[in-house]
């Protein structure tokens, strides 16, 4: 167990990163692979394609095919490398958050919570499905992930998927899906960097890609470590009680990933601690503490072409998670709780009459939970499980998917049947029509289902105190949406609008009220947090997002608009989910180069929104960037400065999870100073 210390003191991951930086420094020749004359790090290169050719770049997580923006059969949008090098994005949160219908949230309970078209989540972000190059990644007993764990830095490309995701994916891809592509194993390529900051900011980390002569094999590994800003604030707690405390977000994570001809394997670790404001917003039940995670990763694919037009896909995914949580002031006693995910995939393409393919897919989902307990300062163990060790589900879903496209049509339409142990069977599916008046310019008409299955943790849970209590009676979450987007790409701009109508039912929340033991005592417990299934309730949106890029000169310009109804507002209560969603966001940015030097800027605006007491006021953060490029001999080097929220703007968000006095969460956005030094070699 650990006390509240930064996470390099527990965990020397930045020892391994820097010895690895040191021996690809010295041995920049490995494993066959060719360098052929010094290394370049050009802000020429940034600024050197077109939007037009870079809209044509290739994106995956739309479909089992590879497509561009304009002919995916999803609303999806990409932050490319250049993009992240030109502003100077520090971490896969803040890039996202820049995009219209996307944002990263948090509550008193967990930060850094993915969310899109403002489907909130209570604490685990387990409605938007994150991927590590399309290999699903969630905590088998909560459903959510862990954004941190790719460093920003190891990072071809984001891709983002928004809308309803479940036909194609399964569950937890409700609202959203994230694609995290690695840099490419398949290209020689070495980078390392270390910065430091106010705040008690500092990182570094080191990556490097081998791959053979023949190219037929290669590999990218990397290691990482980042000490975020500890934002000390004030904090009053719902029970009006204050004091000081330390807000902070820590990682550090190992990746390795390959390919031999049509093998392909992912690996990666994690280990990290954020500050937290209690597993109940009050200082006596952990406020200020730390929130420990760690989990690794282990995930292998193969295709077999069985001719030109068919293809087997096989894919295998384990996963282990870990959490640890403090449940006091004085941080002697801690909540632990492991679990593992495993997913196997079979899939089945073909392509048949020229114009149509086809698509068969067998999917098994296994999620439980290890181990839940409660561990002392002193290392003794309280004897008590929480209803949660030994808890398991199993899904099984087939899904089928047909495809047409001749000449300037597209067409698409799924379904898939999940069949869970719990729940039973569910039919979900999605159509798309698409017309391209060019390469450059098309229209999609949308309309999607999704579904998600609750988490072990939301149906069986019984807290400690019984502080918070699972519902085994839960019903699955769903949803539809219909959408329509129009894209357009002409010289040095890019247009994407998209419209929706969105119904969801059965969302689940928690309540305040009497509950009934899930352990099978029948023992009524009064006054206690359980959860509970939402009513229907809709949306309606409109997301437009433009860029320019010319001549050294890059900006980009999004907005989001949305408007929610009060359908599953709470009997008795004034709450509700677009209570606390604010009607309009706004983000623009602009990134200029000047010889060897880059300044760039971005903007986030926030609307003020009501909390469960007052309302929440709007918020507006600036991020500055200077960085200058030079080349030493036979290596490109980097060297950025950061401000982070120039004005120190106070960021907070309604506290929609317990809404029991405490109106609001601050963000763990200070003001914050960076100096980074990169060398590609």
Known sequence: MWPNIPLSRHWPAYQYAL?????????????????????????????????????????????????TVFNSVSTVTVIQRAQIDKYGFRTVREAISTLSGVAVLRTYFKQSIPTTRSVLQDHYANKVLVMINKVPTSNGATGEAILERINIHDIERIEVLKGPASVLYGTNAYSGAINLV????????????????????????????????????????????????????????????????????????????????????????????????????????????????????????????????????????????KREFSRDAANDEQGVIEALHIINSLKYRRLFYEDFNFELGLDHDYREIDVFQF???????????????????????????????????????????????????????????????????????????????PSLFALYIVGRNNIIIGNPDLNPEKSSSY??????????????????????????????????????????????????????????????????????????????????????????????????????TLAAGMSRQVKNYLFSFVANYTDSTQGP??????????????GYNQQLGQRAVHHSVRLNNASDESVTVAEYARRRGLNEVRMDLGRVFTYELSVAF
Request: proline share 2%; with cysteine.
């Open 375 to 453: 561990e002392l300062s002193d290392g003794s163990v309280i004897d008590y499980e929480g209803n949660l060790a030994g808890q398991d589900v199993s899904e099984t879903s087939v899904f089928t998917q047909l495809g047409y496209q001749k000449d300037r049509w597209k067409g698409l339409v799924g379904t898939r049947l999940v069949d869970n142990e719990l729940f039973g069977e569910n039919v979900s599916s999605r159509a798309t029509l698409l017309y391209s008046f060019s390469d450059t310019s098309s229209v999609k008409f949308i309309a999607g289902q999704s579904y998600r299955s």
């Open 483 to 584: 959408e329509v987007s129009y894209l357009r790409a002409y010289g040095h701009y890019f247009f994407q609008a998209n419209a929706y109508y969105a119904t969801y039912d059965n969302k689940v929340y928690r309540k305040s009220g009497d509950a009934v033991l899930p352990d099978g005592s029948g023992v009524v417990v009064q006054n206690t947090t359980v959860y509970a299934n939402g009513e229907e309730f809709s949306a309606q949106g409109l997301e437009l997002e433009t860029r320019y890029s010319h001549d050294q000169l890059d900006g980009f310009f999004n907005v989001n608009v949305i408007s929610g109804d009060d359908g599953d507002e709470v009997p008795d209560s004034d709450h509700y989910n677009f209570k606390y969603v604010p009607d309009f």
């Open 182 to 321: 690695l840099r490419d194993s398949k290209q020689a390529r070495a980078n390392a960097y270390v910065g430091v900051g106010s705040e008690g900011q500092n990182t570094a980390g080191v990556s490097k890609s081998f791959v053979n002569e023949a190219g037929s094999a290669g590999f990218f590994v990397s290691a990482n470590f980042e000490n975020s800003e500890e934002n000390d604030f004030i904090f009053v707690d719902e029970q009006g009680n204050s004091a000081p405390v330390s807000d902070f977000n820590d990682m550090a994570a190992v990746t390795l990933q390959g390919h031999y001809n049509e093998h392909e394997f992912l690996i990666n670790a994690y280990q990290g601690e954020e500050g937290y404001l209690g597993v109940a917003p009050r200082l006596n039940f952990g406020s200020g503490n730390q929130h420990a995670l760690d989990g690794y990763l282990a995930a292998y694919k193969y295709q077999y072409s069985i001719d030109s037009d068919s293809s087997f896909n096989l894919m295998s995914n384990y996963e282990w998670n």
């Open 613 to 626: 007491e007052q309302e929440v006021a709007s918020s507006l953060v600036l991020d500055l960037m200077l």
């Open 19 to 67: 010895l690895l930086c040191l021996l690809f420094f010295y041995y920049p020749h490995s494993y066959g692979e060719e360098m052929t004359g010094p290394s370049s790090y050009s802000y020429d290169d940034l600024f050197s394609l077109s939007l037009e050719d870079i809209s044509q770049l290739t994106v995956t997580v739309a479909s089992s095919n590879t497509e």
